[in-house]
C-alpha cells in the first residue's frame, strides 16, 4: 500500500504533553513530528466494500526514530470501549511491517495496574491486544517503524483521557547505557506490578492466522477476525 499518496492525520509532540516522562519538552519543539496515522485504508473499492460489510477498519501507523528528552518515541497510548452488554473491551490485532516496536500493554482500574507487561517485536511479528488491556507502541531503534492493524468499526473513538490524566502508562522507556531500555515506573498509579515481557505470535495459532504473512491478506479471510468483534465468544484466560 502506497502512503505517499495519502494524508496522515500527525501526532506532534505538543499533543503528548500531558504523557511524556519530561512533559516541558513539549515546549522546546512543539511541531516536532512524532508519528503518523493513516486510517480506513483499503487498496481497493472491493476491500473497501468487504470491510464496511464485516465492520472491519485497517490502519497503519509510522513511528518516528526520535528521542523526547531521555525517552524513546512512543504512541500515546490507548484503551477501547467495552463490547455491548459485556466487562471485554474491545480486542486489536497488529502486525510490525518495517522496523522494530516495543508494544507495552496494562490493564489497570482508575489508579491501580493489575498487570502489566512489554512485547518486543520484529518485522512481520503478530501481537494480539487482549480485552482489558490498554497499549501503547514504542520505537526504541535508530530507524522508522511501521505497523498495520485490524480493529472492528463497531466504534469510531479510542480512549485516551484516562491516560492523560496519569501523565502516561505505568512505566517510561528511558534511554540507559548503549541504547539500552531504562524502565522508569509512572508514580501517578497507586499500584503498579513489576513489568514483565512477552513473546509475540501469540494466540495466532488459536486464531488461525498465518504467519509471517501480511494481516491484511485476511480481508479475504474476515472470520478469522471475528474475535475483534465478538470478544465474549473466546476464552482469553
Do not use: C
Not at 65 to 94: R, S, W
Not at 138 to 155: D, L, M, P, V
Not at 162 to 180: P, V
Amino acid at each position: 500500500m502506497d502512503l505517499k499518496t495519502l494524508q496522515p492525520e500527525i501526532r506532534h509532540l505538543k499533543d503528548m504533553a500531558e504523557v511524556l516522562y519530561d512533559s516541558s519538552l513539549a515546549q522546546t519543539k512543539p511541531d516536532l513530528e512524532l508519528y503518523q496515522m493513516y486510517r480506513d485504508l483499503a487498496e481497493n473499492e472491493s476491500d473497501r466494500q468487504k470491510m464496511v460489510k464485516q465492520e472491519l477498519r485497517y490502519d497503519i501507523t509510522v513511528l518516528n526514530p526520535v528521542i523526547l528528552g531521555e525517552e524513546f518515541n512512543k504512541t500515546a497510548g490507548h484503551d477501547h470501549p467495552l463490547a455491548p452488554n459485556t466487562d471485554m473491551t474491545y480486542p486489536e490485532l497488529y502486525q510490525v511491517l518495517k522496523g522494530q516496536v516495543i508494544f507495552l500493554l496494562q490493564d489497570s482500574v482508575d489508579d491501580k495496574i493489575q498487570d502489566i507487561y512489554t512485547i518486543e517485536v520484529q518485522q512481520d511479528d503478530i501481537v494480539i491486544i487482549p480485552p482489558n488491556y490498554e497499549h501503547i507502541m514504542i520505537n526504541a531503534s535508530e530507524q522508522k517503524a511501521e505497523t498495520a492493524n485490524w480493529i472492528t468499526s463497531r466504534f469510531s473513538e479510542n480512549i485516551y483521557e484516562s491516560f492523560r490524566i496519569k501523565h502516561g502508562f505505568g512505566y517510561y522507556a528511558l534511554k540507559g547505557q548503549t541504547n539500552q531500555i531504562n524502565w522508569v515506573k509512572n508514580e501517578h498509579y497507586l499500584k503498579t506490578p513489576q513489568l514483565k515481557s512477552k513473546r509475540p505470535n501469540i494466540r495466532v495459532d488459536e486464531f488461525k492466522i498465518p504467519k509471517q504473512k501480511p494481516i491484511y491478506q485476511l480481508i479475504n479471510h474476515s472470520a478469522k477476525l471475528n474475535f475483534l468483534k465478538r470478544p465474549q465468544d473466546y476464552d482469553w484466560s
